[in-house]
Structure formats: C-alpha cells, structure tokens
C-alpha cells in the first residue's frame, strides 16, 4: 500500500484508525454489523434457551445486544478525515495540521507533552511513533496490518 493510503488508515499519533472498533469500514463494525442481522430476533430465543437448555448466559444477551447495536451505530471516518469521536480531549490532529507534518515523529518536539493523552495512550503513541521513525512509515504499516489494535 503507498503512503497516501496507509497515512488514512494511521492516525497522525501513529494508531490504527483502520482497526478501530468506530471506523467506517473497518471489521469490527462491519462484523457486527453482520452478527446483528444474522442474529434477526434472537432476543425471544435467548430468553428461552435460560431454562431449555438450562444456559444461564443466555440471560446476559440484552447486554451484549446493547454493545453489539452501539458497534453497529457508531461511525468515523478516520482522524484524517474527522475529529476522532473517542479521545475527545486530543490535541494531535491540530497540532500536526499546524505543524504540517503527517506523523508525530516527524515532529522536532517529539515525544512531546501535548498530545491531550491519558499515560496508557501517550506511551502507546510514543511506542509507535519511535518504531515508524525506525523502519519507516510503510514497513511499519506491514507489520500491522493484519493484528487487531486491542
Ligand atoms: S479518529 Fe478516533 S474514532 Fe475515528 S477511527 Fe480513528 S481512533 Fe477511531
Ligand atoms: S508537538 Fe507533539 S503532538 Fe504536536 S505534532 Fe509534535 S509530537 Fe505531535
């Protein structure tokens, strides 16, 4: 894939929007989007197959219904295209179109105390930031790919 291609699907941080659970064609949505409807009214059977077959999981499918619907519903583009809909308080995507730069690492002040991360998410940016400066942006993508971001 060229570099215009993988910059859509990494976020100027580094991580992975193409995996995330939100993007708009990526597998998490589109799976659920999938179990959603091949699991049609399976609401009425759950609720049967506590005592039939005497399963008490079956009592938790409203739950995992809820989350399944939430996958289903909510969408982003990528943070290239739109504010990212779950780190609320980021301050990357500003700061780099500011920078004019398409990664943190290619940033003079980086690793940098601005990123509006919590220290879990912070590290993880730093993380790959470092190995993308290491083997470059392309190689990087190659090794991702295909592992889940969580
Ligand atoms: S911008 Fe945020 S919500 Fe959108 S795909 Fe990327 S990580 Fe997910
Ligand atoms: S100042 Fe920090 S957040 Fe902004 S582009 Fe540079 S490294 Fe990234």
Redesign the pocket.
Known sequence: MDYDLIKNRL?PCG????K?????D?AIRKSSIHLKKALGNFDVYAQRFVDLIDEPVFKKYPDFKELLTYFTI?E????????????KD?KV?DCHEMREIDFCFQCSDFPCDNTGFDQHLHKRSVDINLRMKEIGVEKYYDEIKDKP?Y
């Open positions: 976020a991580l992975h929007c193409g995330c659970f939100a993007y708009t990526g909510v982003c583009k990528g943070c290239r295209k739109e504010k990212c809909k779950i780190f980021c995507r971001r």
